[in-house]
Nanobody, 115 residues
């Protein structure tokens, strides 16, 4: 059974940092690309960052310079380091593991940026 479990969300003030984690089990982690998405209330889900099976990364323009994505194939973990958080970063953040044969999602973790 494949599971993706996000953690690390919470309530922070603008300018603070959070690191989200995604624990993956039930699949060969190194064979999957990892993406982080987010969905704010009333908005569509949007891609935040991706890290492929090769050391290639993508960061959306709206997080470039503030967020970083990483993965640990031994621990089967993915991370999203979020710095200088803004109120607009408030959303549920989802971890996604995908390749040409399969696509798996976590349940999401809430990030709220508010003073």
């Amino acid at each position: 059974q494949v599971q993706l479990v996000e953690s690390g969300g919470g309530l922070v003030q603008p300018g603070e940092s959070l690191t989200l984690s995604c624990a993956v089990s039930g699949l060969t982690f190194s064979n999957y690309n990892i993406r982080w998405y987010r969905q704010a209330p009333g908005k569509e889900r949007e891609l935040v960052a991706s890290r492929g099976t090769t050391p290639t990364t993508y960061l959306a323009d709206f997080v470039e310079g503030r967020f970083a994505i990483s993965r640990d194939n031994v621990k089967k973990m993915a991370y999203l380091q979020m710095n200088t958080l803004k109120r607009d970063d408030t959303a549920v953040y989802y971890c996604n593991a995908w390749n040409l044969r399969a696509d798996y999602w976590g349940q999401g973790t809430q990030v709220t940026v508010s003073s």
